[in-house]
């Protein structure tokens, strides 16, 4: 059973750094195609933040470029967002999304970034 474990979330100062990590489990090395974050603040629909393709190829959205990093580990099954910089309108939840090679997709559970002084 694949199961995507996020860590990394909590209450910061406008300006602040956050770094997410998401854990994947139950996946062969290997099979990971995409792996991914995207956010949902209260009221709006979720959107893209970040995805890291096989080969390191990267998807930033335009709202947060420059401002985050995306990174993965395929032997440990992990992929890091680091944010910079930090906004208020930054504050969401934030999912992690794996897809693997058979088209399998999979989502966190999410971590909640909350940006506020």
């Known amino acids: 059973q694949v199961q995507l474990v996020e860590s990394g979330g909590g209450l910061v100062q406008p300006g602040g750094s956050l770094r997410l990590s998401c854990a994947a489990s139950?996946?062969?090395?290997?099979?990971?195609?995409?792996m991914g974050w995207y956010r949902q603040a209260p009221g709006k629909q979720r959107e893209l933040v970040a995805t890291?393709?096989?080969?390191?190829?990267?998807n930033i959205a335009d709202s947060v470029k420059g401002r985050v990093t995306i990174s993965r580990d395929d032997a440990e099954m992990t992929t890091w967002l680091q944010m910079n910089s930090l906004k208020p309108e930054d504050t969401a939840a934030y999912y992690c999304?794996?897809?693997?090679?058979?088209?399998?997709?999979?989502w966190g559970k999410g971590t909640l970034v909350t940006v506020s002084s």
């Open positions: 999304n794996l897809v693997l090679g058979n088209g399998g997709t999979y």
């Open positions: 139950g996946i062969i090395f290997g099979d990971i195609y995409v």
């Open positions: 890291i393709r096989s080969g390191g190829f990267t």
